[in-house]
Structure formats: structure tokens, C-alpha cells
């Protein structure tokens, strides 16, 4: 399949966990044989675009700063930033089906894309992505080395490892 994935968090360094698995499940349809295209924001000092593990990526400017937090602005610059880019990819490539990771902001972005171009959008829905599934408090540890989950090591020197505690299956 031809997937256009809009996430707004993909391509770590680039958002916490959603961000990560998110990546991950790019790269495992890439393994596949399935062609994808991802527009994500765009921190500085990261490519406009890439090719990473087989997916090409596409990063846009939103306005955000930090790895980890984004603000209601910043997920309005994410559609901002994301609506042409978005609409010229699924013209001209012709996806067979945009996937939003996340409701929101990406949700709203494959929604205006799909009725503008008539493919086929499905969102994947997280816990904060749903009314009363997602309360969550996030505390910064400090004092930390690393962090290793299944004998890999996905935390090391204040930052995510390119290393994987498991596989998308």
C-alpha cells in the first residue's frame, strides 16, 4: 500500500512515546514493502527532509521548540504548516489511504485532505486523544543514566537511543 501519514510528533528527536511509536510503525510497514510519505513538525537543526529506515519524511515548521511538549499554538501550526504540503503529496503521489497518528491536530489535517482529494483517511487514537482516557502527569526524573527495557538500552545520556525494546509485529 501507498500510505500518507500525517503525525505531528513522528521521527524522534521529535515527541515522547507517541512520537516513538509512531516511528515505529513506519519503519515496520516500510519492512513490509509498503511506500509511505510522513509530514511531521520540525525542530531546528533537523532536516526538511529525510529518508529514514525507508520512509521518506517531511518536516514542517510549527513554531515548536522543545522535544516533548506542544502546545495548542503549536498544533495550530502544525496544520498550518502541514495543509499544502499535505494536500501536494496526495495529489500528486495519490496515497491509497492517509493515516493520522494522533486525533489531534493530525486527525482535522487527514480529514481536510481526504474530503479534498477523496482518499481514504483512518485515524489511530491515543489515550489523550480520547474524552476521559488520558490523565496524565509527566515528572522529568533527574539523576538518570540510562533506561533499558528488554536488555536494550532506549535512554542514555539525556536522550532516546536509537535501540528498540521490542518490534511492531
Known sequence: LRFSRCSPWQSPPVGG?????????ARALAERGH???????????????????????WRVATGRRSRFRASLPVMAGYLGGAFL?????????KPEIIHAHFAVPT????????????VPYVITAHLGDVPGGGNRYVRHATGIDLVAVNGAVVWEDGGYTQARAGRVV
Open 85 to 93: 504540503p499535505a494536500l501536494r503529496l496526495t495529489w500528486a503521489w
Open 107 to 118: 486527525g482535522v489535517l487527514a480529514l481536510a485532505v481526504s474530503r479534498l482529494t477523496r
Open 17 to 25: 512515546g507517541g512520537g516513538q511509536a509512531s516511528a515505529d510503525l
Open 35 to 57: 511506500s509511505l510519505h510522513v509530514i511531521t513538525a520540525r525542530l531546528p537543526g533537523l532536516e526538511a527532509r529525510a529518508v529514514e529506515q525507508g520512509v521518506k519524511v
